[in-house]
């Protein structure tokens, strides 16, 4: 069975930074695709950022220029490094990961537990 675990959240002032990390735990197995999702209370949930196995990124336009998705395939982990945070990027953000297991042809996605990231004015 793969996990992922997700640390790095928590309270930070309006224009401040956070970095959030999600580690992918387990044997045998390969990434593809890894992202970040976020959901605020009452709302769906929103694709952040994607981070492909050779480091193409995409981001949602509300957090260009501010976050940056990175990823340490070694260590088969993804960041996302927060910065110039605002009140409206406060919610739980989780990370997803397809995942292919070597005894297996198909890619099973999983998702973290989510991580708070709250933001104050």
């Known amino acids: 069975q793969v996990q992922l675990v997700e640390s790095g959240g928590g309270l930070v002032q309006a224009g401040g930074s956070l970095r959030l990390s999600c580690a992918a735990s387990g044997s045998s197995f390969s990434i593809n695709l890894m992202a970040w999702y976020r959901q605020a209370p009452g709302k769906q949930r929103d694709l952040v950022a994607t981070i492909t196995p050779s480091g193409f990124t995409n981001y949602a336009d509300s957090v260009k220029g501010r976050f940056t998705i990175s990823r340490d395939n070694a260590k088969n982990t993804v960041y996302l490094q927060m910065n110039s945070l605002k009140p409206e990027d406060t919610a739980v953000y989780y990370c997803?990961?397809?995942?292919?297991?070597?005894?297996?042809?198909?890619?099973?996605?999983?998702w973290g537990q989510g991580t708070q990231v709250t933001v104050s004015s």
């Open positions: 997803n990961a397809d995942v292919r297991r070597v005894e297996s042809l198909f890619y099973t996605n999983y």
